[in-house]
């Protein structure tokens, strides 16, 4: 059996009975334990995993109604789940157990999905190379001295290794396409609202969505479409119609107008980002689609917005970890302030506490108005650059995912603001709310994948994971696997 098979061609697979989910199991438990030096997974649920699989075979694999049944998945460790811990990679949820699970997992459970286990990631989300876990960092499947990404990197590298037909990740800033294009993966960040967040432990509230990664566009299409939709429980949901995404859209290439931003093209970025993503976007226009240059004038502002943005939200959702009600409880402490204060200096990692602190100052008195409203008026002018350009010029926005990949673990550790720039095109589209996607076009000379992102206007979906799988259609780059990963159980 072949588990470097996208997941689709695995539901095809269970569907005519030529592999058994027992059998699927097996083989993703025991190539993750077999590869436990990536750090990819926190906790495994092997038990479970495959007392489900047992009962998926038993009942006929998947159907219409139960389009998943037989499929483990992975979860990063920020979705809870009523099963197991959820610790957000932090010390201070290290023992967590929920009383409820996510929406977006209760989904994929209610449509035949079982889990593997928890992914790792940076503590709380808050990272871009999946070195802030406290527990031990995740290493790059291509090559194991550099990082994965961050934060869903526990995520990207589960699939990149295949220890995982899917893997669920959350975006804020780039933490699904990030890792997904530095471990040479396919994923989807929706549009905000599209995806509920309910059961997902908060980081920014007005930028956390939920999302797909996998091998290919259609994988990703499939659990995306599974996962949306309005959700009573979290009033950022929004009720609106779900096509099958997983279908594309035909000719979806002719005549499409993809956008190419100047300022993503910039010095700065390494030269075979470039070329790579330069020939990814010239193979959709042997497809039928036309380039046109655009600009969104105020990108060189992102980051810096973003960062104001996302440690205010964070600093006010970390304010209920205060050691009382859940959570790492500091002993041997006299009075309700130091009971908080060595509750959370004991409990938060140092990239944590620093965003606590950067978030806390720009929401006090007399910054309020000088950052964080400032910081509020600059995203509306990147929302406007966004709906500007797809009002007036074109379909798409093709791009780089990042301006470099994977870089060597501790390279960026002592030095942040290098680190928060490694997300300076993957912001941009959060901050504005539209949905993005990150597919592998290529390699660098050390042979490390590299992505190209497709953006399109808020709820076109469809319409970008159209174009990706044209995209991939024509070429195998998300075919290709670590060299060292075996194809094949033993």
């Known amino acids: 059996m072949d588990r470097h098979l996208p997941l689709t061609t695995l539901i095809e697979q269970l569907g005519k009975r030529e592999i058994s989910s027992v059998e699927l199991t097996e083989q993703y438990l025991s190539s993750a334990k077999n590869r436990s030096e990536l750090g990819v997974f926190l906790s495994l649920n092997e038990e479970e995993a495959l007392k489900a699989a047992r009962q998926a075979d038993q009942d006929g694999g998947p159907s219409e109604e139960m389009p998943l049944r037989g499929i483990p998945f992975a979860i990063k460790d920020i979705f809870t789940t009523s099963s197991g811990v959820t610790s957000c990679a932090s010390q201070f949820l290290k023992d967590y157990r929920s009383p409820f699970t996510a929406t977006s997992v209760q989904r994929l459970l209610n449509a035949g999905a079982f889990s593997l286990g928890k992914t790792n990631l940076d503590e709380f989300a808050m990272g871009s190379s999946n070195e802030n876990s406290s527990f031990f960092p995740v290493r790059n499947p291509w090559d194991e001295k550099r990082v994965p990404g961050g934060s869903s990197g526990g995520s990207g590298a589960a699939i990149a290794a295949r220890l995982a037909p899917v893997a669920l990740g959350t975006d804020t800033g780039g933490s699904i396409r990030q890792p997904a294009s530095l471990c040479g993966i396919t994923g989807l960040k929706p549009t905000y609202g599209r995806i509920s967040r309910y059961g997902l432990i908060a980081f920014a509230s007005s930028l ?12 990703c299409a499939l659990i995306g479409r599974l996962m949306a939709g309005k959700d009573e429980n979290d009033s950022t949901s929004v009720d609106r119609p ?41 193979e959709l226009e042997k497809r039928g689609a036309q380039r046109v240059e655009i600009s969104l004038p105020h990108t060189e502002y992102a980051v810096a ?36 204060t060595k509750s959370r200096s004991e409990g938060f990692g140092p990239e944590v ?49 990042t301006p470099h990949t994977a870089f060597p673990i501790g390279e960026k550790s002592d030095d942040p603001l290098q680190m ?54 024509e070429t195998d780059w998300h075919l290709q696997a670590p060299p060292h990963t075996p194809s094949k159980a033993a």
């Open 208 to 219: 956390d969505q939920p999302g797909p990664m996998a091998v290919s566009a259609k994988d």
């Open 242 to 282: 779900v096509s099958r995404w997983e279908e594309p859209l035909e000719n979806i290439c002719e005549g499409l107008r993809i956008g190419v931003p100047k300022e993503y093209f910039i010095d700065g970025i390494s030269s075979a980002v470039g070329e790579r993503v330069e020939a990814g976007i010239q």
């Open 305 to 340: 917005t973003y960062y104001v943005v996302a440690s205010a939200e964070a600093s006010s959702n970390l304010a209920r970890f205060d050691g009382i009600r859940y959570g790492t409880r500091a002993q041997e402490t006299e009075g309700l302030m130091e009971l908080y």
């Open 353 to 401: 506490k620093r965003r606590i602190m950067m978030g806390t100052y720009v929401l006090s008195s007399g910054y309020y108005d000088a950052y964080y409203l400032k910081a509020q008026k600059v995203r509306t002018l990147i929302q406007q650059d966004f709906q500007k350009a797809f009002a007036d010029k074109c379909d798409v926005i093709a791009c780089p995912t």
């Open 420 to 473: 928060y720039l490694e997300d300076i095109f993957t912001i941009p589209a959060s901050l504005a709310g539209v949905p993005a996607i990150s597919l592998p076009c290529g390699f660098d000379e050390n042979h490390l994948p590299i992505g190209l992102q497709l953006i399109g206007p808020a709820w076109e979906e469809h319409r970008i994971l159209s174009v990706a799988q044209a995209f991939q259609d």
